[in-house]
């Protein structure tokens, strides 16, 4: 019997404890509406692909409820699979099969009649052009294609809710754009609900609707990408000054316009009202204190920025080596193992 | 279940019939244990006896040494069917593993396909191959026995419809005995290493404590009495009892055939348990 409750993707209190002691995901909770594109973000190990896990009815939460197309996962598994396409972050088609096959396999798994999903995987095969290359072998097709066939695996059942967990991982800008492309039309013409995670803060200030930032296990922001750039409070200047110079906290941090003041390294991180008013100021103040400034750079908000201010880390610092090498190390050994599998 | 076990099985012989490298092979092995082994290992235990000895007698050593075949290769061509049955299965859990690594298991575990088609479609595809080559090396041991200069199976006795099935069940059950339980392995384990070494710790004992290749008169009683409860025996001496005469067992290949159907029962019924909790919706 189905426990429907209202909502497209609900998480209520998460929590992920692994082996009694890890608490990988610590009282979760966020709301998706129908139609939406939700960002999920966080440094490697912040808990985004044991919440996708979740979602998506591949693991048991610790406590905590996770709510799909009003089902609740834990109850209704078996339904939840039926109603969310998922794109995993490593490939996960099979090289041995042509990207036809794969799309015929897959919707059998669905328990799609044979006709009707074979009609599907052509109209998905032209969907995502990959009408050429449909009969090769999916082994042989680039990075960008196999994410397309993968994303076309997907959709094969026509799911509500699509969750894609960094679905652009070791593609090229170009493929990466395409991906985008295929994403904002089929949420244009279906309606469809995405639940994204990235390592490409680009991709999510443009693409998403909402994003969440995840840090520890715990959601430390959510908002549109506007909101939370404007949590901000405006422009960040970064000054460098010369080394040795004594310390300009105390100069920079009274100038008008100044929110907040950060050092690191030798540099300040100035938050302020307007980054071209301050700049003059700030020069001048350092320099009739003595401190020379070497270094001036003014950004406008990022979701980089939102991202330090909130994980009080670099984004690209977190860049995932680990899931990067690990699909670079995925496609050498399946290049490598190809022709004997 | 019926639409997702036939897509995931459509999806196992697409793969068996994409790789043609590891048919050749699997049918190599028998090829040289039929053409090769057997043919040197033609034992002839009336050679020993002292010269004089009445045919008749001579004749009643060979059927005793070979529990009723007229010589060793056609005793060891039965076993050899049992033997491949087995050893063609050895590789379907390993399957399961790359499968793993490589995310094709994980594509099909996010699908609402049940575990018994996921199980299911690859114990069909996994004891297809045996059933086939226990088939290629029994029709190739009889062919073997009509070309001049090679021994081959002779069937001594005379086969009725119903020793074909029970033949063909023997086969079948053994095959699919054998696919359970390494599928199982693959299904539980996750790095290749572990199943290698935990199929090789089973697949030696289980075929060297049967009297699939041994001469039954050169066992010792104890190794006899073991082997009288080895699945692989159970189904070759189906297959001994149907070709060479009833003489020298003491049950009809209907009790041995009992036998391998509980065998295969109960290790069914401990991969549903096992593989339905490894398998389930949530983890």
């Known amino acids: 019997m189905s426990s429907r409750i209202g909502g497209a993707i609900v998480a209520e209190d998460l929590v992920k404890v692994y082996n009694g002691k890890v608490r990988a995901v610590d009282g979760v909770s966020f709301n998706?509406?129908?139609?939406e594109v939700f960002g999920f973000l966080g440094p490697n190990g912040a808990g985004k692909t044991t919440t996708v896990s979740m979602l998506s009815a591949g693991l048991r939460p610790t406590s905590g409820r996770a709510m799909i197309d009003g089902?609740?996962?834990?109850k209704d598994a078996l339904e939840v699979k039926r109603r969310i396409g998922v794109i995993f972050q490593e490939s996960t088609a099979d090289g041995d099969l042509t990207g036809r096959e794969n799309l015929e396999v897959a919707a059998g798994t669905y328990g799609i009649p044979r006709g009707e999903g074979n009609r599907r995987a052509e109209a998905l095969i032209h969907q995502m052009q990959l009408s050429d290359a449909a009969d090769r072998f999916a082994k042989t097709y680039s990075g960008g294609m196999r994410r397309r066939l993968e994303l076309a695996v997907?959709?094969?059942?026509?799911?509500?809710?699509?969750?894609?967990?960094?679905?652009?991982?070791?593609?090229?800008?170009?493929?990466?754009?395409?991906?985008?492309?295929?994403?904002?039309?089929?949420?244009?013409?279906?309606?469809?609900?995405?639940?994204?995670?990235?390592?490409?803060?680009?991709?999510?200030?443009?693409?998403?609707?909402?994003?969440?930032?995840?840090?520890?296990?715990?959601?430390?922001?959510?908002?549109?990408?506007?909101?939370?750039?404007?949590?901000?409070?405006?422009?960040?200047?970064?000054?460098?000054?010369?080394?040795?110079?004594?310390?300009?906290?105390?100069?920079?941090?009274?100038?008008?316009?100044?929110?907040?003041?950060?050092?690191?390294?030798?540099?300040?991180?100035?938050?302020?009202?307007?980054?071209?008013?301050?700049?003059?100021?700030?020069?001048?103040?350092?320099?009739?204190?003595?401190?020379?400034?070497?270094?001036?750079?003014?950004?406008?908000?990022?979701?980089?920025?939102?991202?330090?201010?909130?994980?009080?880390r670099e984004f690209r610092e977190e860049e995932g080596p680990s899931a990067t090498d690990r699909a670079v190390m995925m496609q050498r050994v399946r290049g490598a193992l190809g022709g004997r599998r | 279940?019926?639409?997702?076990?036939?897509?995931?099985?459509?999806?196992?012989?697409?793969?068996?019939r994409r790789n043609p490298q590891a048919l050749f092979t699997s049918l190599l092995l028998p090829l040289l244990y039929l053409l090769l082994f057997g043919q040197g290992f033609n034992i002839n235990p009336a050679a020993a006896l002292p010269p004089g000895t009445p045919p008749l007698v001579a004749h009643q050593v060979l059927l005793d040494y070979f529990r009723g075949a007229p010589n060793y290769y056609s005793y060891f061509a039965a076993g050899m069917v049992g033997f491949v049955a087995v050893t063609a299965?050895?590789?379907?859990?390993?399957n399961v593993i790359?499968?793993?690594?490589?995310?094709?298991?994980?594509?099909?575990?996010?699908?609402?396909?049940?575990?018994?088609?996921?199980?299911?479609?690859?114990?069909?595809?996994?004891?297809?191959?045996?059933?086939?080559?226990?088939?290629?090396?029994?029709?190739?041991?009889l062919l073997f026995a009509h070309i001049p200069g090679l021994s081959g199976l002779r069937v001594t006795a005379q086969v009725s419809a119903l020793g074909v099935v029970e033949v063909f069940l023997a086969i079948v059950l053994l095959s699919l005995m054998f696919a359970t339980l390494f599928l199982t392995f693959g299904i539980l384990l996750d790095v290749p290493q572990t199943y290698f070494a935990a199929v090789n710790l089973l697949n030696?004992?289980?075929?060297?404590?049967?009297?699939?290749?041994?001469?039954?008169?050169?066992?010792?009683?104890?190794?006899?009495?073991i082997s009288q409860y080895n699945p692989v025996s159970l189904a070759v001496n189906v297959l001994r009892e149907t070709f060479f005469g009833a003489g020298q067992y003491p049950f009809?290949?209907?009790?041995?055939l009992l036998g391998l159907l509980g065998w295969t029962a109960v290790l069914m019924g401990i991969a549903i348990f096992l593989v339905s909790r490894a398998l389930r919706p949530l983890e």
């Open chain 1, 71 to 74: 089902l609740e996962v834990s």
């Open chain 2, 98 to 141: 790359f499968d793993k690594l490589f995310g094709i298991f994980k594509r099909t575990r996010g699908t609402p396909a049940p575990s018994a088609a996921v199980f299911g479609s690859r114990l069909i595809a996994g004891s297809a191959q045996p059933i086939a080559l226990a088939f290629f090396v029994l029709g190739l041991a």
């Open chain 1, 32 to 35: 998706v509406s129908p139609g």
């Open chain 2, 252 to 256: 009809g290949p209907g009790v041995y």
């Open chain 1, 154 to 312: 997907g959709l094969v059942h026509r799911p509500k809710i699509l969750f894609l967990d960094e679905p652009t991982l070791g593609l090229d800008p170009q493929g990466r754009a395409g991906f985008w492309s295929f994403i904002q039309k089929l949420k244009d013409e279906t309606g469809l609900t995405v639940f994204v995670t990235t390592h490409y803060l680009d991709e999510a200030d443009t693409m998403c609707d909402r994003i969440a930032i995840i840090d520890h296990g715990k959601i430390v922001a959510t908002g549109s990408p506007n909101e939370l750039k404007d949590k901000l409070g405006g422009d960040v200047v970064t000054l460098k000054t010369a080394e040795g110079a004594a310390d300009m906290s105390a100069v920079l941090k009274p100038l008008a316009g100044v929110v907040s003041l950060q050092k690191q390294d030798g540099s300040y991180r100035v938050k302020c009202a307007s980054g071209e008013t301050l700049v003059p100021l700030a020069v001048e103040a350092c320099a009739r204190a003595g401190a020379g400034v070497t270094g001036v750079t003014v950004k406008r908000p990022s979701l980089d920025e939102v991202f330090l201010e909130y994980t009080g």
């Open chain 2, 204 to 225: 030696l004992p289980v075929l060297l404590t049967s009297d699939a290749l041994y001469p039954w008169g050169s066992m010792p009683v104890w190794l006899r009495t």
């Open chain 2, 1 to 16: 279940m019926l639409r997702e076990l036939g897509a995931l099985t459509r999806r196992e012989f697409l793969k068996i």
């Open chain 2, 89 to 94: 299965t050895l590789f379907i859990g390993a």
